[in-house]
């Protein structure tokens, strides 16, 4: 009963902490369908992948979505004509280094500014590392069937509206409306992957004692590797699990906690079904390993830096 009960109050506490930033990324989703043309994404997008990665990752600056709201978020921006390379980068960077996770991230360090700056730019390389990777693998966008078919559609619907039809020219009151329709839609697709991921990572935290994965973190490449299967399984929001991150600093090293910090919002149970949702699943399954290794590869580098 006791253990129900806890499944039971971490599965709703998930749940409850996670819905309101899906339903920011769902909103910021319908905007974009909404009011961002596909010619000004071409216009503002460098061609250079490079160069179009490294602004994938600064874009998160100014969106404040956690990885609850950040698929829904990329999704739309990859119907919108985005590079499959920038749109990751921007996916993986932005719950980390939007100004709302890195001020929460400063105030759990005891306003340690080392913490954040180490955080946010373990953050750009790991994406970045991981974009560029993907840009030379993946030359075409691995969406799902169902997915494939709704970018068909959209693009359609700009071939009419760039032939001069309406759409552009609509009342303001209505293209609000479209928002909102495009944000419950939205909101539904992506829901149900939230709910299961949530209630498998409340189980796993509920029967797999975390104890039992403190034990392994006795040198630097299994700390970080315990600490990314961690935030793997805990799946916290961006925006809480710097205060989960330094109740360890007496058992990790800084780089430990780095892997922790950087793994988690970009990659957790939440994100991973929804992905799945969106992207087929061999493709999901190279871009976690890739994410794994290079936050591995970074961790260790900032231990030695910082440790």
Not at 6 to 33: D, K, R
Not at 230 to 255: H, K, N, P, Q, Y
Not at 276 to 303: E, Y
């Amino acid at each position: 009963m006791v253990t129900f009960l806890q499944l039971n109050t971490i599965f709703l506490s998930m749940i409850m902490e996670a819905i309101p930033f899906i339903l920011l990324g769902v909103i910021v989703s319908g905007l974009i369908q909404t009011f961002l043309s596909e010619k000004w994404i071409a216009r503002l997008l460098p061609q250079n992948r490079y160069l179009a990665s490294l602004l994938g990752c600064g874009v998160g600056l100014f969106f404040p979505a956690c990885e609850c709201g950040i698929v829904p978020i990329t999704r739309r921006l990859l119907r919108k004509g985005v590079p499959l390379h920038a749109g990751i980068a921007f996916m993986l960077t932005g719950p980390i280094i939007n100004p709302v996770v890195l001020f929460a991230t400063y105030i759990a360090f005891g306003n340690d500014w080392r913490m954040v700056l180490i955080r946010g730019g373990a953050a750009v390389v790991v994406a970045y590392v991981t974009a560029i990777v993907i840009s030379y693998l993946y030359p075409k966008l691995p969406m799902r069937l169902h997915e494939a078919a709704m970018m068909e559609t959209a693009a359609g619907d700009a071939s009419t509206i760039s032939t001069g039809h309406d759409v552009v020219h609509e009342p303001l009151h209505q293209r609000l409306y479209d928002v909102m329709l495009h944000a419950i839609e939205e909101f539904f697709s992506v829901g149900k992957y939230l709910v299961l991921g949530a209630f498998i990572a409340a189980s796993m935290q509920t029967f797999i004692p975390t104890s039992s994965l403190l034990h392994m973190g006795n040198r630097p490449v299994t700390a970080s590797l315990v600490m990314i299967g961690l935030a793997f399984v805990m799946s916290l929001c961006s925006e809480a699990d710097a205060f989960i991150a330094s109740s360890f600093r007496s058992t990790f090293s800084v780089g430990a906690l780095s892997a922790f910090l950087v793994f988690g919002p970009m990659i957790d149970i939440k994100n991973t079904l929804m992905l799945l949702g969106v992207f087929k699943g061999r493709f999901v399954i190279v871009l976690i390993a890739l994410v794994a290794a290079s936050t591995l590869g970074t961790s260790l580098l900032v231990g030695r830096l910082f440790g």
